[in-house]
């Protein structure tokens, strides 16, 4: 019979199905192995051809863990709380979560259609109740925690009123807010419910707090940095403005060091730990204040700087444009100018001032301060290139030691205090080399450490300044004025926010008539009718972000259908973390943060056992698309004709490239019927063709349906099989790397399919497999590729297994190699790459159906790779004449009478006598005669 690809195909997945062949148990005498994927959002256009790249791949690798004896657990599921199914809803009035489950579905069956080992029973949605109700559980857990520094860890906030009941504030060491309190015991006794209240607030890991986000109007939404580019919302491209607003806050860098720390443990890609790193941003420096009198009452700014040794350049204080003493630091006379630059700052993200490193603005307050060392007046200015969540928000500015500093200075024509003014090391440009300062009153003739030290002892001795850390990394933005989200478990009375009770949860989204903000500005939650907890308070109108859901859920695929608890204890002793996450780079700052700063947090509350959520994390690379150009006739005017010129010939015209559908171009040809439908416009075309064909141009590009360059997986199913598709995907190159998409080349692998299923068939077409023991050239093709295969997967080389598939096929086709002994090892080795068509060949070679998922991996037998025969080069007089095969045991002596009682070899003689034989083993014999 013929290899009918669909057929095959359609019987496995329904196979797998019908028996939950890929569903896992948390109990095992095997050795677990946990891969997960980055879910998807399930996005109406379904799934392109560069989707599944990574899922792919981890479903060679779980296949493959089962073969080799573990007990794996491949769970798959949806990210489905998200700005696109909202901005759908806005536009047509369809709640989010039907256009979700229309888009779920529509991606279920692409996935099935690929043939995935997933455990579908496992199956979670962050938009379902039964899910989101443990995302609000866990922020519950965060609102009622705070960090107590001294034992670096997370402690319920009971632990804190405890302290404070006992003795006040005094030796809490803690990650809070800035403004907290000093109090004794009696003076926390003495305050009121709501005075407790509000000061708690500072110390909680979800707190509530005014602070300056990135808004967008048009969406109606606050975003996070990753979701602006160029100061417009990466969705829509709308304008982002920096607002100050009260918001819902995690306290992330209380983490700060910890997530360091962990990634020194982590099997991770170095571009991606570096990106954390960096955006974690460690720096250890000082803490440096400024008086200011202007404020009174011994007020002061206060400034982080790496680089203590500078402080006798600053020439200015520059401020952040949102710094909260800016309003009281502006005279009068400077008021419209300051008010005028704030309003143009709101304007640009924070990543955007970031990046703008010679755009050159500020505007002087008015106001000065009095530097701690010196005694002298230093202006206060603001610029858009601090950040106000960055350190404190001010920075010293010393033109003589930093680019920005020098450059703002000489654009507003600043004093630049020269360099022989402030302290420099003698012929020294790197302050951490050894050297010592001259030119300074303080530290002249120190080295850099010395002067850094003493300079810090003079600034506490004068409680000007203290030696500190600084992280660049703020906490996490934890609210979005939108309605497809999880809702906050908070209700408000008498202002402050007060948590429902667990036996509450889920708190369910409400409906609501539209989903667009109020009248008033609330947000959508706002148009909920007789929305109040108990009918009486207000409940929190914002829902929590995107990335909520997906810092927990690998937890809730360990248990999924718990209805007591987010995953039981068993569930989680047993599975412990994931093993191996695959994924793309993009959410280095995002979701992976904020995942690491989840999980460990859950550890502190004894929840989870593991400090790292992810051992092994692989970031797969980008298909891109493979786009098609057109050339269309322009005439005299420049106008487009309905002329199209085929690629080789387009230079002898005038011409403007357009776009084509690559569906209906093949192996760069043109299908002139299918580009008349194309558009209406185009249904007249003419077109000059070159040896009777349209040859297109291509171009290598991002797969999107404005480039007409999407290729549908179904469609690529649909005519070579999902086998196809699988090992094409991972015969294009390199996991990590990105690639183009290219159809002309899957026609490769097709081929080489339908000959493996050849070598399990006669002439006729019908099943024959022999029961002869294979001879030692099939059993070295067979484990050769035993061993690259195994070699292969382990280290995520899935490409150059395809070629050695190949390889192999080729090699038993040319050995007419029938045998059972190896076809049937074939079938495991090739299964976790081409699951349908081994599946189907496994039952024909009369196994129970469907336990090829669970047979076990050949061993490699590398006495199978020895030779014992050597194909001779055989020279006469340093010419050589032929090839001769004798077995590498052979002794010199046997060797010579073999080489010299072949025919063919006296025939080179021509009767000359044999003077000497010189025989190499394994490489030459070379005859001498004369």
Request: aromatic residues 12%.
């Amino acid at each position: 019979m013929d290899y009918h690809h669909r057929t095959i195909e359609q019987k496995w997945q329904r196979f797998w199905a019908d028996n939950h062949t890929f569903r896992v148990t948390n109990t095992s005498d095997k050795p677990k192995y946990y891969v997960l994927d980055m879910f998807p959002y399930p996005s109406g256009a379904g799934l392109h051809v560069g989707h599944p790249l990574g899922y792919i791949a981890s479903d060679i690798f779980s296949r493959y863990k089962r073969l080799k004896g573990f007990n794996v657990l491949h769970p798959m599921g949806y990210d489905s709380f998200g700005l696109p199914a909202e901005q759908y809803a806005i536009q047509t009035g369809q709640h989010p979560a039907v256009t979700t489950e229309a888009n779920i579905k529509r991606y279920r069956e692409q996935l099935d259609n690929i043939g995935f080992s997933f455990d579908w029973d496992r199956e979670v949605r962050t938009s379902d109740p039964a899910f989101y109700k443990w995302t609000q559980w866990i922020f519950m857990q965060l609102f009622n925690a705070w960090y107590n520094k001294a034992n670096d860890k997370a402690e319920p906030i009971a632990t804190l009123v405890a302290h404070f009941e006992l003795h006040g504030s005094r030796g809490i060491q803690a990650a809070s807010d800035d403004d907290v309190l000093s109090f004794t015991a009696a003076e926390w006794a003495a305050f009121s419910e709501e005075e407790q209240q509000r000061e708690l607030l500072k110390y909680r890991l979800a707190y509530l707090r005014e602070s300056t986000v990135n808004w967008c109007a048009a969406l109606g939404t606050v975003l996070a940095n990753d979701e602006v580019i160029n100061g417009v919302s990466e969705r829509g491209g709308y304008p982002v403005e920096q607002k100050k607003m009260m918001q819902w806050s995690m306290r992330i860098t209380a983490y700060a060091e910890r997530l360091l720390r962990g990634l020194e443990t982590i099997d991770w890609p170095e571009p991606l730990v570096e990106m954390q790193r960096n955006w974690i941003g460690k720096s250890v420096g000082a803490s440096v204040r400024f008086g200011v009198p202007v404020l009174g009452d011994g007020r002061y700014i206060e400034v982080f700087t790496t680089r203590v040794d500078t402080i006798y350049g600053v020439n200015a204080l520059v401020l952040a444009p949102e710094h909260e003493l800016v309003e009281a630091l502006t005279t009068g006379s400077q008021q419209a100018e300051v008010e005028a630059y704030i309003a143009q700052t709101k304007k640009k993200s924070e990543l955007d001032r970031m990046a703008d490193v010679k755009a050159v603005s500020g505007a002087f307050t008015g106001s000065h301060a009095i530097h701690p060392l010196t005694g002298k007046e230093v202006p206060i200015w603001i610029a858009d290139y601090v950040l106000a969540g960055y350190g404190t928000g001010a920075v010293m500015a010393v033109p003589s030691g930093d680019q920005r500093d020098y450059l703002f200075a000489t654009h507003f024509g600043l004093p630049i205090i020269p360099i022989s003014d402030a302290q420099q090391l003698d012929g020294q440009a790197d302050p951490t080399k050894e050297g010592r300062y001259i030119n300074s009153d303080i530290i002249n003739g120190m080295t850099y450490r010395e002067a850094v030290d003493t300079l810090i002892e003079k600034l506490e001795s004068l409680g000007a300044g203290k030696a500190t850390i600084n992280y660049r990394m703020r906490d996490a933005i934890f609210g979005r004025q939108r309605y497809w989200g999880e809702p906050v478990p908070v209700y408000f009375k008498g202002g402050l926010p007060q948590l429902i009770d667990d036996d509450e949860l889920p708190l369910l989204l409400p409906d609501v008539d539209k989903y667009l903000p109020t009248e008033t500005g609330e947000p959508p939650l706002g148009r909920a009718k007789d929305w109040k907890y108990r009918g009486t308070f207000e409940y929190e109108l914002s829902t929590m972000p995107g990335w909520a859901g997906s810092s927990w859920y690998w937890y809730r695929y360990m248990d999924a259908q718990n209805e007591a608890v987010f995953a039981s204890k068993e569930a989680i002793d047993y599975w412990r973390d994931v093993d191996l996450y695959i994924g793309g780079s993009e959410h280095a700052t995002g979701h992976l943060l904020y995942s690491r700063f989840w999980n460990k947090f859950l550890k502190d509350m004894g929840y989870v056992p593991e400090e790292e959520p992810f051992k092994k994390l692989i970031n797969q690379g980008m298909i891109q698309g493979r786009s098609n150009f057109v050339y269309r006739v322009l005439d005299g005017e420049g106008k487009g004709t309905n002329t199209f010129v085929s690629y080789g010939l387009k230079d002898q015209y005038r011409t403007v490239a357009l776009h084509v559908d690559v569906n209906i171009v093949t192996n760069d040809v043109l299908n002139l019927d299918k580009f008349r439908q194309f558009r209406p416009d185009f249904a007249d075309a003419e077109f000059i063709l070159e040896n009777g064909k349209y040859i297109c141009g291509h171009e290598v590009e991002k797969m999107s349906k404005s480039k007409y360059n999407v290729v549908n997986p179904d469609d690529i199913i649909e005519q070579y099989g999902a086998d196809t598709l699988r090992m094409y995907e991972m015969f294009l190159g390199p996991l990590e790397q990105s690639k183009p998409w290219n159809t002309n080349g899957i026609e490769g692998v097709y081929k080489f399919l339908r000959k493996f299923w050849k070598l399990f068939h006669d002439a006729s077409g019908n099943f024959a497999v022999s029961d002869e023991a294979p001879t030692r050239a099939e059993l070295k093709a067979l484990h050769k590729i035993i061993r690259k295969v195994e070699e292969d997967i382990e280290r995520f080389s899935f490409n150059t297994s395809v070629s050695s598939f190949m390889i192999c096929v080729n090699e038993l086709t040319d050995l007419k190699c029938n045998k059972r002994a190896i076809l049937q090892e074939l079938c495991v080795v090739l299964h976790p790459y081409a699951p349908h068509i081994t599946e189907e060949l496994w039952t024909l070679l009369g196994h129970e159906p469907g336990t090829l998922s669970y047979a076990t991996y050949p061993a490699f037998n590398p006495e199978y790779l020895v030779e014992s025969e050597f194909s001779y080069p055989i020279s006469v007089n340093g010419k050589t004449r032929m090839n001769l095969t004798l077995p590498l045991d052979m002794e010199q002596p046997d060797v010579e009478k073999a080489v010299l009682a072949n025919e063919d070899v006296q025939r080179y003689l021509e009767g000359k006598a044999v003077r000497k034989v010189i025989y190499v083993k394994g490489r030459i014999v070379n005859i001498v005669a004369g």
